[in-house]
């Protein structure tokens, strides 16, 4: 019975052990900040030019893909599914 007890508390201490620490969260610098804008107001722009497609398509089914005759035509149907 204690050698049990004794394995159960050496693997919860391993478990804790084992588990990633926080990030150091690093002091920000005023030009980090300013180059950070930079980039959010070109987003801003491309959102306003028009609406884009959405990303990923993964949830879909690309089965149909299959059908192809070639394995060439195969792959680059079911890219746009990955």
Partial sequence: MKHIAFLVIAFFVAAVVAQDKPPVKEAVKPEA?????????????????????????WTED????????????????AEEYL
Wanted: glycine letters at 4%; a positive charge.
């Fill in 62 to 77: 690309a089965r149909h893909c299959l059908e192809r005759p070639t394995n060439t035509e195969i792959i680059k149907c």
């Fill in 33 to 57: 900040t300013k180059e950070a804008a930079k980039p959010a107001a070109e987003t801003k722009k491309q959102a306003a030019a028009g609406p884009r497609r959405a990303g990923r398509r």
